[in-house]
């Protein structure tokens, strides 16, 4: 099923034209309404004439999170200020936040991309998306929520965390779609196992999954508990929030929206942009946002784009799983380690439950805290040997450092609303 089939089957010729058109158009509006690029075109030799094909735009130079925050809060904006409609803000860790801004137009292109990936899996009138993102100057709850309701879904705007009122309307209101972060996801399927609650009881049928990275273990362990599809949400405050690359029911990738994003692959340590199939840091130009239009903005998210054809017959190009940030890679021992890659493993072994923490003691020690399912409390100690010696020998496999591993009883680690925190580097703290 599609939303709008003629623009997400384009012919791929036509698409770049459409890109190319609204790419000078973007171009030509930022640098007349943005001091910010304005100051850019001002002092540089390419100008916007000279971008003639969509190759060109590898001329220009990139936008990053920190020219962002230099513009807070409105010198990025490109239209009067009456003509805004809606903030929201991205955070970060440090310093000031990013301010992202929506006029109506925007507002509504943000829901027609949602509308796009919901009916691309699957999703009917009749039902009901319960939100579990948070809601508020966060994109994720809000931008869901419209393009749910303009699709003409049930949305319960649930908000996460209070984890046996979210069971309750899940049955009450016979919830059938979960939005929802991974490892909330994880928590919400540890809390019904303890309560004794069958899944299949429930009317869930699919979740999307987005705002951090996981792998593809999460994927299936998610899967498999609740007996439901898990389709991957990739998105951006910067990029109007989700609805910017999605799976269909393929679930082999996330068909990124070319007619309203130009996606580029690029060394992150060069800036050279990288052939199809290489992986690399993703850049994104946004192509019909109205009140903040950015050029080449560096997402600092590893990817790579998957250039064949999907089955779904949709044209618009995959990106994979984000493999990691950029910054959020560290160094253990000269060894170069993305925290996905142990989640990857954790996941992988039947004995872990769903929650585990990396903390970077020294420059050469690691300590991975996991926790394990209750069943493995059985008072067996060499069960328990047996166990974190799997975990240590395969962890050391993947990321070719031993780290030391702690089993933790179930409950143990903190859980978070929003984005989970699995690293805590004590060497900066
Ligand atoms: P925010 O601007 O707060 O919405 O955060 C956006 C960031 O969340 C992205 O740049 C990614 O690093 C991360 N993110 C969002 N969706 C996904 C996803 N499906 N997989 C991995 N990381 C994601
Ligand atoms: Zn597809």
């Not at 209070?162 to 979960?178: A, G, H, R, W, Y």
């Not at 047996?386 to 962890?395: F, M, P, Q, R």
């Amino acid at each position: 099923m599609f939303w709008q089939k003629d623009i997400e089957t384009i012919d791929r010729k036509e698409l770049e034209k459409l890109q190319l058109k609204r790419l000078q158009n973007t171009i030509s509006r930022a640098s007349k309404n943005i001091p910010f690029y304005k100051d850019i075109f001002a002092k540089s030799d390419i100008k916007p004439k000279d971008i003639t094909s969509l190759r060109d735009i590898e001329k220009l130079p990139f936008t990053k999170t920190e020219d962002l925050r230099a513009n807070y809060p409105f010198g990025m904006l490109a239209v009067p200020k009456e003509k805004v409609v809606r903030l929201h803000t991205s955070s970060g860790t440090t310093g000031k936040p990013k301010a992202i801004f929506f006029s109506k137009k925007d507002v509504n292109q943000a829901a027609e991309l949602i509308a796009r990936c919901l009916i691309m899996t699957g999703v009917k009138k009749d039902d009901v998306l319960q939100n579990m993102m948070t809601y508020g100057l966060f994109t994720g709850a809000l931008v869901m929520h419209y393009g749910a309701e303009k699709v003409g879904v049930l949305v319960i705007p649930a908000g996460p965390g209070n984890t046996k009122k979210q069971i309750s309307l899940m049955q009450d209101f016979k919830t059938t779609t979960l939005h929802i972060t991974p490892s909330y996801a994880l928590y919400l399927s540890s809390v019904m196992s303890n309560e004794g609650l069958n899944p299949s009881d429930f009317s869930l049928r699919r979740a999307y999954l987005g705002s951090e990275p996981y792998s593809e273990e999460t994927r299936k362990k998610i899967e498999s508990f609740f007996n439901i599809d898990v389709y991957n949400s990739y998105g951006l405050s910067e990029m109007n929030g989700p609805g910017v690359a999605f799976e269909c029911t393929e679930k082999n990738g996330m068909h990124l929206w070319e007619d309203n994003f130009i996606m580029e692959i690029i060394n992150p340590e060069t800036g050279k942009t990288l052939p199809d199939g290489e992986k690399g840091e993703l850049v994104l130009t946004t192509l019909c946002r109205e009140a903040m239009p950015i050029i080449r903005y560096r997402t600092r998210d590893i990817t790579m784009i998957i250039p064949e054809k999907c089955r779904c017959g949709r044209t618009h190009r995959r990106i994979s799983r984000i493999i990691g940030r950029s910054d959020d890679m560290f160094i253990v021992k000269g060894v170069n380690i993305f925290p996905q890659q142990i989640e990857r493993v954790l996941m992988g072994i039947k004995a872990v439950a769903q929650n585990y923490q990396i903390v970077l003691e020294s420059y050469d020690r690691m300590i991975v805290r996991v926790e394990i399912s209750r069943e493995l409390f059985d008072g067996r100690v060499e069960h328990l040997v047996n166990l974190k010696n799997e975990i240590v020998e395969k962890l050391r496999a993947e990321v070719l450092v031993r780290p030391d591993v702690e089993l933790l009883e179930p409950g143990t680690l903190p859980v978070t609303e929003g984005k989970a925190v699995r690293v805590i580097d004590k060497r900066t703290l």
